[in-house]
């Protein structure tokens, strides 16, 4: 699964920081080259009761790292001019009207409105029954904009770069990327990252696993990529995933703790995760083939017949696009895991097709059989 960051996004996550660390001048000037506001204020409820509190300074402080559409924009300052005139601060209320981008926006767009501004500021007693907007108060007017500009700001927690940063030292040490017992400098490749361990001896038993039932037995197991989930096929068709250190099944998935378990018509033969450990291939005596969401347990793809014997090897390709599988019917093939469909087909061998997987690159395939042969295959 690929995730796709917008560079705006990335933008923002650095002016979080650079105003959280009270550098004012460079947050300024990267906004101004960059054309990219923040847009995200730390407490939504209290950015909408500061307006309907009418608490403007605050209010126009923070609608300033706001991208908000000139039109609300206009709204508010609009109703913020005449709420100082109504408290007869009518310099403020000028300064506003005259020196402000959305007032000088609302003075090219709705010459009208603006006019009606000014005659309103030139007046020595305000009206609020006559100035305020038809059936409109100032409490209800302010609720109007309150609701207008929630729509346009998100939340965002504090220090959002570096949790983020965090996480990802944390995950790259999990998948065993960087040395959990050594510092980490944060400008440094992966391949200058080396950690030596002395030769040893597998002594260490972390569990015995006995399968459930009886006359049933592991066929074949699998362990994934990134460590987490070991994975047995048995006999009578289940697949299961235990944890490795306690040997007992894994209920922290929600199928598993319902006793959904995946399953297949046939005896299960051979398993295969995907690169990213997000999926899981299962080929059966019965010839078929299945694509599992590991997660939820859901089966995404089934491929029924692949051969027309049992299954005894599956691969995914490097992508995951596509699945590499040999047979007792003596055959290798390559199928189209989005379409299902057969990509192609590799014959030679005069029995069993034990094994088959794809060089480094994959650009090759190479299948082991009983024949007493190894052969290896330009995959296109």
Request: charged letters at 30%.
């Amino acid at each position: 699964m690929s995730i796709e960051i917008e560079s705006e996004d990335v933008i923002r996550l650095i002016l979080q920081f650079l105003k959280e660390n009270n550098l004012q001048e460079t947050s300024k000037v990267l906004e101004e080259e960059t054309a990219v506001k923040i847009n995200t204020v730390e407490n939504k409820d209290d950015f909408i009761k500061k307006i309907k509190e009418g608490e403007w300074d605050t209010v126009l402080r923070s609608v300033a790292d706001l991208k908000i559409p000139s039109r609300k924009l206009m709204d508010l300052y609009e109703h913020v001019v005449l709420e100082l005139a109504e408290m007869r601060e009518l310099g403020a209320a000028r300064t506003l009207l005259r020196q402000t981008e959305p007032m000088f926006i609302l003075k090219q767009r709705h010459p009208e409105r603006y006019l009606r501004l000014e005659h309103i500021l030139s007046r020595s007693v305000f009206d609020p029954k006559e100035n305020y907007p038809l059936g409109m108060t100032k409490e209800k007017r302010r609720q109007v904009i309150a609701q207008a500009l929630s729509n346009e700001v998100t939340v965002v927690e504090s220090s959002r770069l570096m949790t983020l940063l965090e996480d990802c030292i944390k995950w790259q040490q999990h998948q065993g990327l960087l040395p959990l017992d050594s510092e980490f400098n944060l400008f440094r490749s992966l391949d200058q990252v080396e950690q030596t361990e002395d030769d040893a001896i597998t002594n260490i038993k972390y569990a015995e696993i006995k399968m459930p039932g009886k006359n049933t037995y592991a066929e074949c197991t699998a362990f994934s990529p990134n460590g987490l989930y070991l994975v047995s096929g048995s006999v009578d068709g289940f697949i299961e995933v235990w944890n490795y250190k306690t040997g007992k099944l894994r209920k922290d998935l929600k199928y598993q703790a319902e006793e959904n378990l995946m399953a297949m018509d046939q005896a299960i033969l051979c398993l295969n995760f995907s690169a990213d450990s997000e999926f899981l291939a299962s080929g059966s005596t019965d010839g078929k083939i299945t694509i599992w969401k590991l997660q939820t347990g859901y089966c995404t793809r089934r491929f029924s017949p692949a051969h027309s014997q049992g299954v005894t090897s599956v691969c995914f390709s490097k992508d995951s696009s596509e699945i590499l599988s040999c047979s007792f019917d003596q055959t290798v093939k390559i199928h189209n895991v989005k379409t299902g469909k057969l990509v192609k087909s590799f014959e030679g061998h005069s029995s069993f097709v034990n094994s088959a997987i794809y060089n480094i690159d994959h650009t090759k395939v190479i299948s082991a059989s009983s024949d007493e042969t190894i052969k290896v295959k330009e995959k296109k």
